[in-house]
């Protein structure tokens, strides 16, 4: 049984109010699990801060002066959740055995770090997945929202994880086989269940948010499903193919009862229904066409080969 050096790489974005108490939290947890002989003592935490407006970086070079366990990557701008921690994966993988990644709000138990490792070290899990046992301190429309977005998904062919955000650990092997996956649409959650090495799951209690307030309101949580889904599927394409054959079956039947109709001088003027008709066919037309588009625009910016981040600063001594 070897002891891994853990990473536990956060994602930030002006969380310069909930840094300080979730680093503090981490550093504890680490040195707990150290004692209890599941990572080395030269485990530590990256905190990668995705061009935030707030002093966020400020707070990050603090903790780094306080505790050099505490590392520290500033991109140069604003890349969104993803980016931000890729670039801290990435980051990582050539010092570390395995690395963990957690939100900055805490709302994932850090107390499931531990399962995690001990399914890394006992069971040889590469991969583990935080998997929510509950979504009780949801709201409502925020909890039905999110259940309908991973139903959507799976019908759609997306291979995901259910209830699973981006809490998991990684092994070096499965970050260095992410490294090979360059698209720049990302959408982490459908990539690495494709990496295709051993995995497990591990439930934990959804919790309260520490501090601040959520970096993905309903907007952004639509918008992460649409990139997911049209990243990782073609079954939307394929489904407006399907409608257009139903719509030509109904117009095979429509036609034949008002050719029946006008051969029989049955006929009668019907401008509501025919109205009706256009601006729902049109509707279909152009959804369709927002669809593909959307497909047209990911071509766009992958031809592109843009780099996904840029590092402004480093704390990594």
Not at 104 to 113: C, E, F, R, T, V
Not at 257 to 272: C, E, M, P, Q
């Amino acid at each position: 049984m070897t002891i891994p050096k853990l990473a536990i790489v956060i994602p930030c974005y002006n969380e310069s109010e909930a840094l300080p108490i979730t680093v503090a939290r981490l550093i504890q947890l680490l040195d707990d699990m150290f004692n209890n002989g599941l990572v080395t003592n030269d485990s530590y935490i990256l905190c990668c801060d995705d061009g935030s407006k707030d002093s966020t970086w400020k707070v990050i070079e603090r903790l780094h002066m306080s505790d050099k366990r505490i590392k520290g990557i500033s991109l140069a701008h604003n890349r969104g959740h993803q980016y931000a921690l890729l670039a801290g994966l990435m980051c990582v993988k050539e010092n570390c055995d395995a690395a963990v990644s957690i939100d900055a709000d805490l709302q994932d138990d850090p107390q499931a770090i531990c399962k995690m490792v001990k399914e890394f070290i006992y069971n040889d899990k590469e991969i583990v997945y935080g998997v929510r046992s509950s979504r009780k301190t949801d709201s409502w429309f925020k909890r039905n929202s999110a259940h309908a977005f991973y139903n959507l998904q799976r019908r759609l062919g997306l291979d995901t994880v259910f209830d699973h955000a981006d809490y998991r650990l990684m092994s070096r092997r499965s970050l260095e086989l992410l490294a090979d996956y360059g698209e720049c649409n990302l959408f982490l959650r459908g990539i690495i269940p494709q990496i295709g090495l051993d995995t497990a799951v591990v439930e934990y209690e959804r919790k309260e948010r520490i501090a601040g307030h959520t970096k993905y309101p309903i907007g952004k949580m639509v918008s992460l499903s649409i990139d997911g889904i049209t990243s990782f599927s073609a079954k939307p394409i394929r489904l407006i193919f399907a409608l257009g054959l139903i719509f030509l079956i109904l117009d095979i039947s429509i036609a034949i009862y008002v050719l029946s109709a006008y051969f029989n001088d049955d006929t009668i003027s019907g401008w509501t229904s025919l109205m009706l008709s256009v601006w729902f066919i049109g509707s279909i037309i152009l959804m369709g066409i927002g669809i593909v588009g959307e497909y047209i625009g990911k071509i766009f910016m992958e031809v592109k080969h843009r780099p996904r981040y840029a590092v402004k600063d480093k704390l990594i001594d």
